[in-house]
């Protein structure tokens, strides 16, 4: 008699202690499922993380085939960051005067001209952009070698080509490229292409602009090239007369 008893009073403590376990498995379960969220995370961020490297070697073999087309010294650079200044268009490079560069080199990524160099540390130098207000280059029609010269906007998808005679042969789609005079760009650099042409009566000048071939906006690397050294001329030697 005293067993039924003694049963119907373990009861409470039973389901208190079922109770408990469940509360315990459900703990564990929340626990593991935060572990796998982070795992998750982990291996996402991992993912993204191996895109990325293989977007930049990719970038870097273009970059090194570039490099060995050159005809002059390439040095590859990384941008660090961008000056302070907003009303400039530039960047800043990991490499300066310790690896031979100067101002005046010029810039370029695997698609076109990218800059100038303009000043220069041990450590690092800085870039003006193409597509900067105050910047000019030398240019040519790559599909006419008719001359001209690319100006910037301060908008780093946009250049302008200015002063160009309205009689001047340039269509839509026409590639720009560096033409190498007053030697401050090496000769046959891509710098955009022709996006609008127009013409009015009022104004002796056509109205054009290009996209550049560059890409402006990149976080990677880039190449400086410094021109070839051009060994002095000896002086000609009189030639005497034997007669």
């Not at 560096?178 to 022709?194: A, Q």
């Not at 054009?208 to 050294?229: E, M, S």
């Amino acid at each position: 008699m005293a067993r039924p008893i003694y049963t119907a009073a373990q009861v409470p403590y039973d389901a208190t202690g079922l109770v408990a376990d469940i509360s315990t498995d459900r703990q564990s379960l929340l626990q593991q499922r935060e572990e796998l969220r982070v795992q998750l995370l982990q291996l996402n961020q991992q993912q993204q993380r191996l895109q990325y490297l293989q977007a930049e070697n990719t970038r870097l073999r273009q970059l090194l085939n570039s490099k060995a087309q050159l005809p002059s010294q390439a040095t590859i650079a990384e941008i660090i960051g961008v000056p302070p200044n907003p009303l400039r268009a530039a960047v800043i490079l990991d490499k300066g005067s310790a690896n031979a560069v100067v101002p005046g080199d010029a810039v370029v990524d695997e698609k076109g001209l990218f800059g100038q160099v303009v000043n220069v540390s041990q450590d690092t130098s800085w870039v003006v952009l193409i597509t900067d207000r105050d910047h000019a280059i030398p240019a040519r029609s790559n599909r006419t070698g008719a001359r001209m010269i690319v100006g910037g906007t301060g908008a780093y998808d946009s250049l302008v080509l200015e002063d160009l005679p309205a009689s001047t042969d340039l269509l839509e789609g026409d590639l720009i490229d560096t033409s190498g005079l007053g030697g401050r760009f090496p000769v046959g650099y891509p710098i955009g292409r022709v996006n609008a042409v127009e013409s009015t009566q009022d104004s002796p000048y056509l109205q054009a602009t290009l996209v550049p071939t560059a890409a402006l906006l990149k976080v990677g690397h880039v190449l400086i090239i410094t021109p070839p050294k051009i060994d002095a001329v000896p002086p000609t030697e009189a030639i005497e007369d034997e007669s």
